[in-house]
């Protein structure tokens, strides 16, 4: 894999990855009728897809970015997932105060990554 791919590669695993963890841990929210063992069970099951492109990209990131730098990536991918899961899967509204939240932690990250 050529360098100038590697964030491309990671990005894109960890946004998956993203994608399958958060319907792990929030989509049964949907399903309050459903028995809470049938509902971890699943949760497992999608959170194995999770891993199976997380490992990976933090594998391939690891080098062009350091730990801290993939675990911001990650945790801002995490936000952007969630803000757009809460939206139109659980059909919630995002407050100004999440927005002002939301923005201090990409503030953090602004920090990580200069130097």
Do not use: D
């Not at 309050?32 to 999770?50: D, M, Q, T």
């Amino acid at each position: 894999m050529s360098l100038s791919s590697v964030p491309f590669v990671t990005i894109g695993l960890l946004i998956l990855s993203n994608v399958f963890m958060t319907f792990a841990w929030y989509g049964h929210l949907k399903f309050e009728n459903k028995p809470l063992y049938l509902v971890i069970l699943v949760s497992w099951g999608i959170a194995l897809f999770e891993y199976c492109a997380q490992v990976p990209a933090n594998r391939i990131g690891y080098g062009y970015f350091n730990a801290a730098q993939l675990k911001t990536i990650q945790e801002i991918i995490t936000l952007s997932v969630f803000v757009i899961f809460s939206v139109f899967y659980l059909g919630e509204a995002i407050s100004w105060k999440q927005i002002i939240g939301f923005a201090f932690i990409a503030l953090g990250a602004f920090f990580i990554f200069t130097k």
